[in-house]
Nanobody
């Protein structure tokens, strides 16, 4: 079992930046692949970025070149640096973990979820 707590969301103007953090506890962080997901009102939850224990990453096409996922394994922390934000990035952002097989953006493959942090981008 792993517990996840996100922080760093907020409101920014289009073109701005935010850095999300997710602190994991309760189990060995390095056992898990980690991911960031988002869900806008009325939309399905979608994968944004993911990283495995070796640092291999995967990104949704919509965020490639703008978002960067990283992790500090020693401090059990996952990050998402979001640059050049657009109004369509507005959503609740969730951190998630899965026992690591391979890096994935598939929602149903993740077992553990945080409570989410809201990101709002105004035009």
């Amino acid at each position: 079992q792993v517990q996840l707590v996100e922080s760093g969301g907020g409101s920014v103007q289009s073109g701005g930046s935010l850095r999300l953090s997710c602190v994991a506890s309760g189990d060995t962080y390095s056992n898990y692949c980690m991911g960031w997901f988002r869900q806008a009102p009325g939309e399905e939850r979608e994968g944004v970025a993911a990283i495995d224990t070796d640092g291999t990453t995967s990104y949704a096409d919509s965020v490639k070149g703008r978002f960067t996922i990283s992790q500090d394994i020693a401090n059990n922390t996952l990050y998402l640096q979001m640059n050049s934000l657009k109004p369509e990035d507005t959503a609740m952002y969730y951190c998630a973990a899965e026992p690591c097989w391979e890096v994935s953006l598939v929602v149903n493959e993740y077992n553990f979820w945080g409570q989410g942090t809201q990101v709002t981008v105004s035009s």
